[in-house]
């Protein structure tokens, strides 16, 4: 088995533990707002993570007291690092910057976990809605506010925000930028669960250990048949299903599966 080390990287704080990858964003004297560091360091650990099969569900916070306040506002209003230059060169700086997180997230195969700490605003929220579960407190809250700056979700909100709230809910909030507190969020699928702050790290990682326990190749599998069946019609999704099927039902969990229910006993899965 692949073993991967996970040190530090810029502005980012990685920790293996039980098939489980802890990724916090570092960045919390501004609220974990995004930098080229954070954007570099985050790509290329959802990327070594994809690789390693001892990795079975990654977990993703922010440090301090939120968890991502999306992009800096003082670089906004110096025109610098991600927001430097004019129209067309600012275009690229987010096809190769933000927009990589974006796609690092869609391809990343494991269920990603997001436990949101605090606030998640813009590219905050986004990310958050790019993760497979959302977990968050009484003080978890929720901003598509790129209106409110007089921009749009260049990060791929529009496409992430309507899969998790639907479509009507994903436009009034994009449009309004309005704030979405946590019971509200709980309540239009923003959060998966709402839990209080003590216990939120101890339920986020109960909820990682569960799916870690599982057949890891049918969690992949059913991650993304469910995200292509979202996208496509039901004959796309019936073709995809077929082939997962017959690749799970010849995998040696299956049967270890199938022994243990004659055995009575508790399963012992390999992730083979």
């Not at 570092?26 to 099969?53: F, G, H, Q, W």
């Not at 999306?70 to 927009?99: P, V």
């Not at 309004?176 to 790290?201: F, H, M, P, Y």
């Amino acid at each position: 088995m692949l073993n991967m080390s996970y040190s530090e990287l810029p502005m980012l704080k990685v920790e293996m533990k039980d098939h489980i990858l802890w990724i916090s964003l570092n960045n919390p004297a501004s609220s974990n707002s995004i930098t080229y560091e954070i954007i570099e360091s985050l790509v290329t650990t959802l990327r070594k993570a994809e690789s390693d099969p001892s990795i079975r569900v990654t977990v993703l916070t922010g440090e301090g007291k939120n968890f991502c306040s999306g992009g800096d506002l003082k670089n906004m209003q110096n025109k610098s690092e991600m927001f430097a230059g004019e129209g067309n060169e600012l275009r690229k700086r987010y096809e190769q910057g933000i927009q990589q997180i974006s796609k690092a997230m869609e391809a990343f195969s494991k269920p990603i976990i997001a436990m949101v700490n605090g606030a998640a605003s813009g590219a905050g929220c986004d990310i958050a809605c790019m993760c497979d579960i959302r977990i968050g407190t009484e003080n978890t809250r929720f901003f598509e506010s790129f209106v409110k700056l007089g921009l749009v979700p260049g990060d791929g909100g529009t496409f992430f925000l309507q899969r998790v709230v639907g479509f009507a809910k994903a436009m009034e909030l994009t449009l309004t930028g309005r704030e979405v507190r946590s019971e509200e969020a709980l309540q239009i699928g923003l959060l998966n669960k709402l839990v209080s702050r003590d216990n939120l790290k101890a339920e986020v990682e109960a909820m990682a250990v569960q799916i870690a326990s599982l057949p890891a190749a049918a969690v992949q599998m059913s991650k993304k048949a469910v995200k292509i069946s979202y996208q496509h019609d039901l004959n796309v999704s019936l073709d995809l299903l077929a082939a997962y099927q017959g690749i799970s039902q010849r995998t040696h969990d299956h049967f270890e599966a199938l022994t243990a229910i004659s055995e009575n006993r508790k399963p012992t899965f390999e992730g083979r």
